[in-house]
Antibody, heavy 116, light 112 residues
Framework: AVQLVESGGGLVQPKESLKISCAASGFTFSNAAMYWVRQAPGKGLEWVARIRTKPNNYATYYADSVKGRFTISRDDSKSMVYLQMDNLKTEDTAMYYC???????WGQGVMVTVSS | DVVLTQTPSILSATIGQSVSISCRSSQSLLDSDGNTYLYWFLQRPGQSPQRLIYLVSNLGSGVPNRFSGSGSGTDFTLKISGVEAEDLGVYYCMQATHAPLTFGSGTKLEIK
């Protein structure tokens, strides 16, 4: 069965850093572009970042709201995707979802709270 | 950025009723490769989103066939033919033709 399991969320202060992870299983991870999508409390969905596959040079793309602060990466040998979040702001508070295969697969989400 | 406008924002339906949700784009979503990257999702209360429809009209894996998608260019529709209790939640359209990828603001389906 396909599984995406996020981890690493928590409470951090503004300007701090946090790295969240997503462990994938049940599909050929190395062939799948991976995405992070977030949802602020009581709000809608917002795409955050995308990373393509090795044949596409692991190209990365970011929403303007996180560009220069967030970095998406992947480790195909471990079937893992990561989101390094630096210089966090209160408006980054959200549930962060890992998603794959053109949004067919979703994790359960991990909560990131940025507050002083 | 492409703006997706969903209407209505709230939809109240009885069991068995057929309903439609509109998603209008500020730009054509027809890609140069001939595909239209328009998707529909359902987020049930307390759950992760679930993909219902991909590429305008293709039913996702395991999705009941009471759901259907249609449209082209800038106007798209999700139809539920015979609402069931499990269909309550928030429906989102999403486009991936133009960067950045964007979502509609959502349509909340309530069951009367």
């Amino acid at each position: 069965a396909v599984q995406l399991v996020e981890s690493g969320g928590g409470l951090v202060q503004p300007k701090e850093s946090l790295k969240i992870s997503c462990a994938a299983s049940g599909f050929t991870f190395s062939n799948a572009a991976m995405y992070w999508v977030r949802q602020a409390p009581g709000k809608g969905l917002e795409w955050v970042a995308r990373i393509r596959t090795k044949p596409n040079n692991y190209a990365t793309y970011y929403a303007d709201s996180v560009k220069g602060r967030f970095t998406i990466s992947r480790d195909d040998s471990k079937s893992m995707v990561y989101l390094q979040m630096d210089n966090l702001k209160t408006e980054d508070t959200a549930m962060y979802y890992c998603t794959a295969r053109w949004f067919d697969y979703w994790g359960q989400g991990v909560m990131v709270t940025v507050s002083s | 950025d492409v703006v997706l406008t969903q209407t209505p924002s709230i939809l109240s339906a009885t069991i068995g009723q057929s309903v439609s949700i509109s998603c209008r784009s500020s730009q054509s979503l027809l890609d140069s490769d001939g595909n239209t990257y328009l998707y529909w999702f359902l987020q049930r209360p307390g759950q992760s989103p679930q993909r219902l429809i991909y590429l305008v009209s293709n039913l996702g894996s395991g999705v009941p066939n009471r759901f259907s998608g249609s449209g082209s260019g800038t106007d798209f529709t999700l139809k539920i033919s015979g609402v069931e209790a499990e269909d309550l939640g928030v429906y989102y359209c999403m486009q991936a033709t133009h960067a950045p990828l964007t979502f509609g603001s959502g349509t909340k389906l309530e069951i009367k």
